[in-house]
């Protein structure tokens, strides 16, 4: 009889942590943000055109020109250093946002990683 007197408060706590537990459950929605403009993070200086050497004319020297092509040859391996630069850039900044996502978007059972 008296497991009888107590059977109510042990149902109505039953239920209660059944409806906490169902509740934890139950997914949570993430609104993530959408991913950042990863070309904005490049400098001006890595956008800016690499103008070329001026080219001697047809009366110069062989030094003149063998010093016009070295100076082209930096001048292409400054746009070529550029162009990467801001490649890398670009590709970091879009790793770190696919990580941020990963790691936002993980379940709840992922809760260690």
């Avoid at 990863?38 to 003149?64: H, I, M, N, Q, Y």
């Amino acid at each position: 009889m008296k497991f009888a007197q107590h059977r109510a408060p042990t149902c109505a706590l039953t239920l209660l942590l059944m409806t906490l537990a169902v509740a934890g459950c139950a997914g949570v929605q993430v609104t993530a943000a959408p991913p950042s403009a990863c070309s904005s993070l490049v400098p001006k200086s890595l956008r800016d055109v690499v103008v070329g050497v001026e080219l001697p004319g047809r009366t110069a020297s062989a030094g003149d020109v063998w010093a016009a092509l070295d100076g082209q040859t930096g001048k292409l391996e400054t746009a070529n250093a550029n162009g990467a630069a801001a490649l890398e850039i670009v590709d970091l900044c879009e790793k770190r946002d696919a990580k941020t996502f990963k790691h936002v978007t993980r379940t709840w059972w992922q809760v260690w990683r």
